[in-house]
């Protein structure tokens, strides 16, 4: 069965520093990955995705991750943090279903606060 | 079409109760999944639809649980007899049938407090 470990549960950088955030999972084929942000009481919204091709992808809002498979690990990363990036960072690993749907599995999260 | 939209977004219950919540996909959509988020944790898998068909019910999902898609559109989740322990927030989300490789949207969630 696939997992997803975040293991860092809380993160604070200043704003404009850089971001990086550490995803290391564990799947038996090829591995989907994703990275979603939630804010306060709200649903997720995805920021990138890595199937297959570049290990290096961009996502939206500035943000990249790598994939390395030698390592298991898709960090998210950042070149410089505005404010508006706090909120609450999931990595999740998908795996095929019946009729091609794709469940996947979360990591715990990561909470960012940014300080001014 | 704005997205993945879920009602009620709030919904407080007393202990024994029956609750249903409703999803409406993005209307492309034929794949639709529902998760479960407690606090401090990502969310879990429960179930997927593809079109009306229940393909797929994870463990967490128990007989108290029952998901329905009757036309292959909206879908609801019922919980009855509902205990504290299902305090969460539940979340749908849906993908298009386009291969495997497609992501999932998500709706805003239906917070449930069982008191």
């Not at chain 1, 993160?11 to 038996?28: D, H, Q």
């Not at chain 2, 994870?58 to 009757?70: C, G, Q, T």
Request: net charge neutral; proline share 3%.
């Amino acid at each position: 069965a696939q997992s997803v470990t975040q293991p860092d549960i809380h993160i604070t950088v200043s704003e404009g520093a850089s971001l990086e955030l550490r995803c290391n999972y564990s799947y038996g084929a090829t591995p989907y990955l994703f990275w979603y942000v939630q804010s306060p009481g709200q649903g997720l919204q995805l920021l990138l995705k890595y199937f297959s091709g570049d290990t290096l992808v961009q996502g939206i809002k500035g943000f990249e991750a790598e994939f390395k498979r030698s390592q298991s690990s898709f960090n998210l990363r950042k070149p410089s943090v505005h404010w508006s990036d706090a909120a609450e960072y999931f990595c999740a690993v998908g795996a095929g279903l019946t009729g091609g749907g794709n469940k996947l599995t979360f990591g715990t999260g990561t909470q960012l606060k940014v300080e001014l | 079409d704005t997205g993945v939209s879920q009602d009620p977004r709030h919904k407080i219950t007393k202990r024994g109760q029956n609750v249903t919540f409703r999803c409406d996909p993005i209307s492309e959509h034929n794949r639709l999944y529902w998760y479960r988020q407690t606090l401090g944790q990502g969310p879990e898998f429960l179930t997927y639809f593809q079109n009306e068909a229940q393909l797929e019910k994870s463990r967490l999902l128990s007989d108290r649980f029952s998901a329905e898609r009757p036309k292959g559109s909206f879908s609801t989740l019922e919980i009855q007899r509902t205990e504290q322990g299902d305090s969460a927030m539940y979340l749908c989300a849906s993908s298009s049938r386009e291969g495997v490789s497609t992501e999932a949207f998500f709706g805003q969630g239906t917070r449930l407090t069982v008191v």
